[in-house]
């Protein structure tokens, strides 16, 4: 297990005042909600900002200048996130050129971008090479033949890493665990196809292989899935030193560290899981008299899912006698849905006052027509009337990227909050916005 901090509320950004009023970034809630309107995204710039430092301070005090962080910014991206890592002097991954256009258009460093996806078209890698993009993180042999011919026709020698999968099982849900050999994502270790991919990227003329990627799955919470994960990777990269005489450069060994959503998750010592990870590598790799590659780590929910909260007006409250009740929010899996996805689990606040000790178990359900339209199942809530606030805490990864707009709801603003300072950064998208599209 990642070493734990031990906190009441989920995340210290959550407080409440003398009121009895639910706070989040200093801010009571409720004036927010009158000024922007629900359902709306709050962020919490600070702690995205401390959550950086604490990763890049922990990586500096491992490896030295040898290690680097990454904002895997498929967990929430938008222009004034890409400012903020470049401000914080992280690289970033990117998985769409919807993606690199965000980071380009924040004036975001391509150089320091990571290309993922394990389809990338011809026209994306086009796309990403005239944007200047750093690294392609390659999935498989048919992408690199692509890269090859592309790169050729521009004078490009394109920097790559090599997508492997380590067969480490992460323990987390199935939706989100990689790194198994039966994944849709990179070449196996164990079955040779990542020393063929190797071999196939060292023949190009073409393609720069910097080095190594991995990563196993998001939600780890044991520090030991690290360590079993780098040590797989390490003896690879040593292997593949002592048979072909290459030297990687680079080795990424993913993102993933896990997030508390509700009270009974721990909170991850992230500080003190980078160090046993550094300490491990250090000893793995001169055992295996192995010169330290640079270290990246990937994280995105970690660096951004407690700087986020989505605040809800309640609509219609059902009660079926000898079944249960049913509050429903102006928002949903529209702006949520992981738990329609795969049943994540979340914390949901009243906004006014504590549940205190009348609270009765609620389904807080979203307003599509979908019955797994539910944010989240036996809540304890007080007697909820049309109109009061709901505080769906931990929702700043995977949810503004994964909205959509089934049943044509327009998306929710985003709202960042600096030193008891609120911006707004995305405005409500209107029904209007929603006809731009049709010819
Ligand atoms: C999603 C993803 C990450 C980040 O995972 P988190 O759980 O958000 O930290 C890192 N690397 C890759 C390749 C990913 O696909």
């Known amino acids: ?123 994306d890698i086009v796309y990403a090479m005239e944007h200047g993009v750093g690294y392609f993180v390659v999935d498989n042999e048919e992408e690199l033949y692509a890269i090859d011919r592309i790169g050729g026709e521009r004078g490009i020698r394109q920097k790559v890493l090599l997508r492997l999968t380590p067969g480490i099982d992460p323990h987390t849900y199935a939706a989100v665990a990689t790194g198994k050999v039966d994944s849709k994502f990179g070449s196996a270790i164990e079955t040779g196809q990542a020393e063929a991919i190797t071999d196939v990227a060292l023949s190009l003329a073409n393609v ?21 994960t780098a040590n797989v990777m390490l003896t690879f990269v040593a292997h593949i030193y002592q048979t072909r005489g290459y030297l990687a450069t680079q080795l990424d060994i993913g993102g993933g560290i896990g997030v508390r959503y509700t009270k009974e998750q721990p909170t991850p010592d992230i500080a003190a899981c980078i160090a046993e990870i550094g300490a491990y590598i250090k000893e793995r790799a001169h055992e295996l008299s192995l010169p330290l590659p640079t270290i990246l780590l990937e994280p995105g929910r970690s660096l951004v899912a407690d700087a986020g ?12 006698p000898g079944y249960k009740t049913y509050v429903s929010v102006d928002g949903g899996m529209t702006d949520n849905p992981r738990f329609a996805l795969y049943g994540a689990p979340y914390t949901i606040l009243p906004v006014a006052a504590e549940a205190g000790d009348g609270a009765t178990p609620c389904s807080v359900v979203g307003r599509c027509c979908e019955s797994g339209d539910i944010l989240q199942e036996n809540v304890p809530l007080p007697p909820m009337r049309r109109g009061d606030l709901l505080a769906c805490l931990t929702t700043g990864a995977y949810h503004y990227s994964m909205a959509s707009n089934y049943n044509r709801i327009p998306r929710p603003p985003v709202v960042m909050i600096k030193n008891k300072t609120a911006q707004l950064v995305i405005r409500r998208e209107t029904v209007e916005d929603l006809l731009h599209l049709e010819v």
Request: glycine share 8%; hydrophobic share 35%; with cysteine.
């Open 1 to 123: 297990m990642i070493n734990t901090i031990s906190r009441e509320y989920i995340c210290e950004n959550i407080t409440r005042d003398e009121t009895g009023e639910l706070c989040f970034a200093g801010l009571p809630l409720s004036p927010l909600a009158r000024t922007y309107g629900t359902p709306l995204y709050l962020y919490d710039e600070d702690r995205i900002r401390e959550r950086c430092r604490t990763y890049r301070e922990a990586m500096q005090k491992a490896f030295g200048d040898g290690g680097r962080v990454l904002y895997a910014s498929k967990a929430a991206s938008f222009r004034r996130l890409y400012e903020i890592m470049r401000e914080e002097d992280l690289g970033v991954d990117v998985v769409s050129c919807g993606e690199i256009c965000t980071a380009n258009a924040a004036g975001f460093p391509l150089e320091n971008a990571y290309f993922h996806s394990n389809n990338k078209t011809d026209a």
């Open 309 to 320: 909260l989505t605040l809800y007006t309640v609509g219609t409250v059902k009660h079926i």
């Open 208 to 228: 720069n292989l910097c080095g190594f990627h991995c990563h196993v799955g998001s939600q780890v919470f044991e520090a030991d899935v690290f360590l079993r």
